[in-house]
């Protein structure tokens, strides 16, 4: 069975030297969900930016690349892709 497309989406809400040990948690996770449920990682998103920011550079760039390219977004918990609103709604377009 051919492996699902998927891209990783990461992000820690402040700076490295306060979560230090976030996006490497992440990584490590989402690793392991994607090779035991059958997913190809193409691609890695990671950033450290406010989830309340809808504005953050590499939420978009997952975004444009899941939906050029037709391809799942795995994510650690879902307070790490967005926390508002605007945000999710930018998500389902994609989904769309």
């Known amino acids: ?7 990783s989406y990461r992000r820690a809400s402040t700076n490295i030297d306060k979560q230090r040990n976030s996006l ?5 996770v989402i ?3 994607a090779e035991r449920f059958g997913y190809r990682l193409e691609k890695d998103f990671s ?4 989830g309340t920011d809808d504005d953050r550079p590499a939420f978009k760039e997952a975004l444009a690349y899941a939906k050029a390219n037709n391809c799942y977004v795995i994510i650690y918990r879902l307070d790490r892709l ?3 609103l605007t945000s999710f709604s930018q ?3 994609v989904l769309s």
């Open 24 to 28: 490497a948690i992440q990584s490590d």
């Open 1 to 7: 069975m051919e492996p699902k497309r998927a891209i």
């Open 31 to 33: 690793s392991a969900f």
């Open 82 to 84: 967005a926390r508002t």
């Open 91 to 93: 998500f389902h377009d």
């Open 47 to 50: 950033e450290y930016q406010s």
